[in-house]
């Protein structure tokens, strides 16, 4: 059986799993571990788990070694670095008056590179940025310019549902999402009830749109026409998940008819009893 292990870089930053091997390891212990950008520390924020050998698990990065008092002074100076620099950073931007807003700053563990990720309405001449920074700390600068929805994924935050926000707790890339998503949910196309931290529509209008639209088929739709059992009308609501349709009546009345009263439901499918038996017997 496969064991992993939670590893987390930054205060309140992502979990990502890893490979325990023959460490033993408990939540609190910071470890070393080798990432896309080097080597690095990380602290165990949850403790190692058994998962099944029928769970299908994408290959996962081993844990190089347990921590020194060394290692620990480096990233403490590592996490300084980055304060310092997203402070002087912003100050220098609201010196040269840049359209700009300053959303992260990310140091490699030995300091070979500091990136700042900013968001900005548009293109931004942010050379005499570049070289204020080189000349204060004489390092390779990187300036990456981001969108408002990987602003959200890199800060973090709570969503309207009370969870952590999709975007930084587990989706590994954007997906488009269209206000259409939220009118075959029957949402409210209240913008406020369907942004996210972002400002843009939420990610979760995409997680159900493909079984609402499954849902929905053979219902008929709003506006239409239609014959119940209690008269002619036309359909106003849908209620996707009891299978359920509101229909104002001729006579002015409204009534709520399941897909089986109007004779919509598909038919359910037969057993054939006499093949099922001959299985058994047969098994």
Known sequence: MKKIVG?????????????????????????????????????VVTPPRRLGD????????????LATEDD?????????????????????????????????VESLYDGSKITFYFTADGRVDFRELVKDLVKEFHTRIELRQVGVRNQA????????CGRELCCSGFLREFHPVSIKMAKEQNLSLNPSKIS????????????????????KKGMPKLGKKIDTPMGRGRVIRQNIINKTITV????????????????????????DKSKAKSTFRES
Request: with cysteine; hydrophobic share 35%.
């Open 7 to 43: 590893v987390r870089f930054r205060e309140g930053g992502k979990v990502y799993d890893f490979d325990p091997g023959h460490f033993v390891l408990s939540v609190g212990d910071y470890v070393m571990v080798k990432t896309e950008k080097g080597f690095t520390v990380g602290k």
């Open 54 to 65: 029928d769970v299908e698990y994408p290959k996962l990065k081993k844990i190089f070694r």
């Open 72 to 104: 620990l002074k480096q990233y403490e100076e590592m996490l300084q670095r980055e304060k310092r620099a997203f402070a002087f950073c912003k100050e220098r931007i609201e010196a040269r008056g840049l359209p700009m807003n300053l959303v992260l």
């Open 153 to 160: 994924k890199m800060i973090g935050g709570i969503g309207t």
């Open 196 to 215: 996210g931290a972002c400002g843009r529509l939420m990610c979760c209008l995409k997680f159900e749109y493909e079984s609402y639209l499954e849902s």
């Open 248 to 271: 104002s009546l001729d006579s002015g009345s409204e009534v709520e008819f399941t897909m089986e009263d109007l004779g919509l439901a598909p038919p359910k499918k037969k057993t």
